[in-house]
């Protein structure tokens, strides 16, 4: 039976060839010998290897046959109208890079033959034509060149493995947007990437150890196991996927959205999934890097180990979990996804939902647990507390607070970042407490009227059997630790999407669901995209991932002009990691290149929605119009989205609003900018970027120059999300006077 490996495809499978090429490649994978195959050789091609098959009257596939000793396997290069299947046959070969060892795939100049001779099935081998390795005739001046501003050489680049002749045109290349057109135009992918990243800087050593061309090229065997060899290097697998069932190869052709994301992995990508370490880990990148997506396939590794282990998967929000669930499915439908605690599996599930289950499996164990955290004991633990219960404490029991302090903001961080983390239950643990990065000192009979309003919050919440999601998280930690003796850890493994989010409450609970030791923690996190909470230190809570911490920095999902747009949002902040480390937005860049965002002003509102209805109707009358779904109107709250949706409509343009539910086929959505964490869409409109919407009013902030700071901090991350979510084309409206956090640049 032959084996199918699939080449990255430059254009999708049509939608109406879905379950044709599914077909085929099926039958293909059964029997290569099947008549209505047609699997056929091609006269005078560049390469005698390859092959095009019958896909339907109209339709052939191009292929490449690589026949060792007993073995098969095709790599499927794409599909193709019969007489341009045939042209891409003739002119295309597949071939190991002589420095690297990497297979790639190459097209190459081939005179036609007459048109009789190309239906001829008989095939007479021609010597594969060169790459054309001209030097161009215009050169740019040597100070001009980007690469040799950092002293690199035509030589070093061929010595690394380019091409000649992609090594003398990157030479002369002078700025940023011809660096990311030339890298499009790369020979093999992974030469595009080694080109963007020596543009940045990067030693020809830091590029080998990336994409791992460090390793010996091993030119033993003949040419067919070298070639086998080259399409699994950790860099060719880039550009090529082994498909190892039906089921996958259903996957991969009908999911081509998420099949580059999931099946094409970069060599550090793929590092971090494979590697084992001695205890927690963390990925760290910009939005797009593709963290989520090693996460996902760390935790399919972990969760079809022998056994099968118990590994968590979670995330802070429920839709992102919902997210995670639905890929994972995509990605490998078989493995077993669990429900219940400490089950074998993998469980898929929003940290609050785990700690919730964490205190329903207890039942009526609970109570010691309570009474460590609240100092009482009690099992009423099923209600949650409602959103205005600080303001309700504050005006019950604050007589003696400041007026500086008034502010449930103020409250809700000191109970989450001080109060709980060290489990006070007394006015006198709270006047000896540490009071670590919350801004705002505090003398003794502040801290004792701050205790009051703590206190009659507690009493209120026990007279009505409630707590609030902090103390669940936390309550459902100490359970852990008191019965770990007895009973052990609920998990082997807990992975952790959008740590940056956490609380102090969830990074507890997360350190008591798993036995430290080997591959017991691992984190992926991005603090630009810190949109919920205060920024937490890992090591306070006996997690050190430092020596175990990496960080991506290639773009997969955004081009570089909306990245360089949403990177100047952020411009002149400080943003820290969970480590504590400064991050550095600067290294980040992408892949892709498209338009510069749009910048649209209005005078009104109406004139805004006007714009807007203007654009949405545009951008779906194009030539080749995108999927409606894949349109997203962005805004700052529940409110606008509503209002906008009206307007819309009202405009003759129909759209529809997303709340907590899955994005649906058939109209552009509306979804406020948190609600967008976790999206992508070809293209995105950020509606009413104004000044007093974002940043929304900060004055509940004002108890601190530090809170104040740290909520314009996460204003900016959310606008920030916000215009990362666009793969394609950026638009950002506003009326009135712009938002003081758009770039200098951008408006």
């Given at each position: 039976?032959p084996?199918?490996?699939?080449?990255?495809?430059?254009?999708?499978?049509?939608?109406?060839?879905?379950?044709?090429?599914?077909?085929?490649?099926?039958?293909?994978?059964?029997?290569?010998?099947l008549?209505?195959?047609?699997?056929?050789?091609?006269?005078?091609?560049?390469?005698?290897?390859?092959?095009?098959g019958?896909?339907?009257?109209?339709?052939?596939?191009?292929?490449?046959?690589?026949?060792?000793?007993?073995?098969?396997?095709?790599?499927?290069?794409?599909?193709?109208?019969?007489?341009?299947?045939?042209?891409?046959?003739?002119?295309?070969?597949?071939?190991?890079?002589?420095?690297?060892?990497?297979?790639?795939?190459?097209?190459?100049?081939?005179?036609s033959?007459?048109?009789?001779?190309?239906?001829?099935?008989?095939?007479?081998?021609?010597a594969?034509?060169e790459?054309?390795?001209?030097?161009?005739?215009?050169?740019?001046?040597?100070?001009?060149?980007?690469?040799?501003?950092?002293?690199?050489s035509?030589?070093?680049?061929?010595?690394?493995?380019?091409?000649?002749?992609?090594?003398?045109?990157?030479?002369?290349?002078?700025?940023?947007?011809?660096?990311l057109?030339?890298?499009?135009?790369?020979?093999?992918?992974?030469?595009?990437?080694?080109?963007?990243?020596?543009?940045?800087?990067?030693?020809?050593?830091?590029?080998?150890?990336?994409?791992?061309?460090?390793?010996?090229?091993?030119?033993?065997?003949?040419?067919?196991?070298?070639?086998?060899?080259?399409?699994?290097?950790?860099?060719?697998?880039?550009?090529f996927?082994?498909?190892?069932?039906?089921?996958?190869?259903?996957?991969?052709?009908?999911?081509?959205?998420?099949?580059?994301?999931?099946?094409?992995?970069?060599?550090?990508?793929?590092?971090?999934?494979?590697r084992?370490?001695?205890?927690?880990?963390?990925?760290?990148?910009?939005?797009?890097?593709?963290?989520?997506?090693?996460?996902?396939?760390?935790?399919?590794?972990?969760?079809?180990?022998?056994?099968?282990?118990?590994?968590?998967?979670?995330?802070?929000?429920?839709?992102?979990?919902?997210?995670?669930?639905?890929?994972?499915?995509?990605?490998?439908?078989?493995?077993?996804?669990?429900?219940?605690?400490?089950?074998?599996?993998?469980?898929?599930?929003?940290?609050?939902?785990?700690?919730?289950?964490?205190?329903?499996?207890?039942?009526?164990?609970?109570?010691?647990?309570?009474?460590?955290?609240?100092?009482?004991?009690t099992?009423?633990?099923?209600?949650?507390?409602?959103?205005?219960?600080?303001?309700?404490?504050?005006?019950?029991?604050?007589?003696?607070?400041p007026?500086?302090?008034?502010?449930?903001?103020?409250?809700?961080?000191?109970?989450?970042?001080?109060?709980?983390?060290?489990?006070?239950?007394?006015?006198?643990?709270?006047?000896?407490?540490?009071?670590?990065?919350?801004g705002?000192?505090?003398?003794?009979?502040?801290?004792?009227?701050?205790?009051?309003?703590?206190?009659?919050?507690?009493?209120?919440?026990?007279?009505?059997?409630?707590?609030?999601?902090?103390?669940?998280?936390?309550?459902?930690?100490?359970?852990?630790?008191?019965?770990?003796?007895?009973?052990g850890?609920?998990?082997?493994?807990?992975?952790?999407?959008e740590?940056?989010?956490?609380?102090?409450?969830?990074?507890?609970?997360?350190?008591?669901?798993?036995?430290?030791?080997?591959?017991?923690?691992?984190?992926?996190?991005?603090?630009?995209?810190?949109?919920?909470?205060?920024?937490?230190?890992?090591?306070?809570?006996?997690?050190?991932?430092?020596?175990?911490?990496?960080?991506?920095?290639?773009?997969?999902?955004?081009?570089?002009?909306?990245?360089?747009?949403?990177m100047?949002?952020?411009?002149?902040?400080?943003?820290?990691?969970?480590?504590?480390?400064?991050?550095?937005?600067?290294?980040?860049?992408?892949?892709?290149?498209?338009?510069?965002?749009?910048?649209?002003?209005?005078?009104?509102?109406?004139?805004?929605?006007?714009?807007?209805?203007?654009?949405?109707?545009?951008?779906?009358?194009?030539?080749?119009?995108?999927?409606?779904?894949?349109?997203?109107?962005?805004?700052?709250?529940?409110?606008?989205?509503?209002?906008?949706?009206?307007?819309?409509?009202?405009?003759?343009?129909?759209?529809?609003?997303?709340?907590?539910?899955?994005?649906?086929?058939?109209?552009?959505?509306?979804?406020?900018?948190?609600?967008?964490?976790?999206?992508?869409?070809?293209?995105?409109?950020?509606?009413?970027?104004?000044?007093?919407?974002i940043?929304?009013?900060?004055?509940?902030?004002?108890?601190?120059?530090?809170?104040?700071?740290?909520?314009?901090?996460?204003?900016?991350?959310?606008?920030?999300?916000?215009?990362?979510?666009?793969?394609?084309v950026?638009?950002?409206?506003?009326?009135?006077?712009?938002?003081?956090?758009?770039?200098?640049?951008g408006?």
């Amino acid at each position: 039976m032959p084996t199918i490996v699939m080449a990255k495809q430059e254009r999708p499978v049509e939608p109406i060839l879905k379950k044709k090429a599914f077909a085929f490649l099926e039958k293909l994978s059964t029997d290569d010998t099947l008549p209505g195959l047609h699997i056929e050789p091609i006269v005078n091609s560049a390469d005698p290897r390859v092959r095009t098959g019958r896909v339907d009257d109209g339709y052939r596939a191009v292929l490449f046959k690589i026949s060792d000793q007993h073995t098969v396997t095709y790599v499927f290069h794409g599909i193709w109208p019969h007489d341009e299947a045939i042209r891409e046959a003739e002119r295309t070969t597949l071939k190991v890079n002589p420095v690297t060892g990497i297979a790639e795939i190459r097209r190459v100049d081939v005179p036609s033959p007459p048109s009789d001779e190309r239906a001829r099935a008989t095939h007479v081998p021609a010597a594969p034509a060169e790459p054309d390795s001209e030097v161009p005739e215009t050169e740019v001046p040597a100070q001009d060149s980007l690469l040799a501003a950092y002293g690199l050489s035509a030589a070093d680049l061929v010595g690394l493995g380019l091409d000649e002749a992609f090594a003398q045109r990157a030479m002369q290349v002078g700025e940023e947007e011809a660096v990311l057109a030339l890298a499009e135009e790369a020979p093999a992918e992974w030469q595009g990437l080694a080109l963007l990243d020596l543009s940045t800087g990067m030693s020809l050593d830091e590029v080998k150890e990336r994409l791992s061309l460090d390793l010996e090229v091993d030119t033993s065997g003949t040419e067919e196991e070298q070639l086998i060899r080259g399409l699994q290097h950790p860099a060719g697998q880039l550009s090529f996927a082994w498909i190892e069932d039906n089921d996958e190869l259903r996957r991969v052709i009908e999911d081509t959205d998420f099949a580059a994301w999931r099946i094409f992995l970069h060599p550090l990508q793929k590092g971090y999934v494979d590697r084992d370490y001695r205890g927690p880990a963390k990925v760290t990148g910009g939005a797009g890097t593709g963290k989520t997506v090693v996460v996902l396939h760390r935790a399919r590794r972990l969760a079809v180990r022998p056994g099968p282990p118990r590994v968590l998967l979670t995330t802070f929000t429920r839709n992102l979990a919902d997210a995670l669930q639905r890929d994972m499915r995509v990605l490998d439908p078989d493995v077993s996804i669990v429900e219940g605690m400490g089950q074998r599996g993998l469980k898929i599930a929003g940290i609050d939902a785990v700690a919730r289950a964490v205190l329903t499996d207890a039942g009526r164990d609970i109570g010691p647990a309570v009474e460590a955290v609240l100092g009482v004991q009690t099992v009423e633990v099923s209600r949650r507390t409602p959103p205005d219960a600080w303001a309700d404490a504050i005006a019950a029991g604050g007589t003696d607070l400041p007026e500086t302090l008034r502010s449930p903001a103020f409250f809700a961080a000191e109970y989450t970042m001080v109060v709980l983390p060290q489990r006070l239950t007394s006015a006198e643990a709270y006047f000896r407490a540490r009071r670590r990065g919350r801004g705002v000192a505090l003398n003794r009979s502040q801290r004792a009227a701050v205790w009051a309003v703590i206190e009659r919050y507690r009493a209120m919440a026990r007279a009505q059997g409630t707590l609030d999601f902090p103390e669940v998280a936390t309550i459902a930690a100490a359970h852990l630790d008191l019965v770990a003796e007895s009973r052990g850890r609920p998990f082997d493994h807990v992975l952790v999407d959008e740590g940056q989010d956490l609380t102090p409450a969830h990074w507890q609970l997360l350190r008591a669901l798993v036995e430290p030791g080997p591959n017991d923690l691992f984190i992926a996190e991005d603090a630009h995209q810190r949109i919920y909470g205060q920024k937490v230190t890992l090591s306070h809570f006996d997690i050190e991932t430092r020596g175990r911490s990496r960080r991506l920095t290639l773009n997969y999902r955004t081009t570089q002009q909306n990245l360089r747009w949403a990177m100047g949002i952020l411009d002149g902040a400080d943003y820290r990691d969970l480590d504590d480390e400064a991050e550095q937005h600067d290294e980040y860049r992408s892949a892709r290149s498209g338009p510069t965002p749009l910048v649209l002003p209005c005078e009104s509102l109406a004139a805004e929605l006007d714009q807007a209805a203007d654009l949405i109707r545009s951008w779906l009358s194009e030539p080749e119009p995108p999927a409606p779904e894949t349109i997203a109107i962005l805004v700052r709250d529940r409110f606008q989205r509503d209002r906008v949706v009206t307007g819309l409509a009202e405009r003759g343009v129909e759209v529809r609003a997303v709340d907590t539910e899955a994005v649906r086929s058939g109209a552009p959505v509306v979804m406020t900018m948190h609600r967008a964490k976790g999206t992508e869409f070809t293209r995105v409109l950020l509606f009413g970027v104004r000044d007093g919407s974002i940043p929304a009013s900060l004055k509940e902030y004002d108890t601190s120059e530090a809170d104040r700071n740290d909520a314009l901090l996460r204003e900016r991350s959310l606008l920030y999300v916000a215009a990362t979510r666009a793969r394609d084309v950026l638009a950002v409206s506003w009326s009135g006077r712009p938002s003081a956090l758009l770039p200098e640049r951008g408006v």
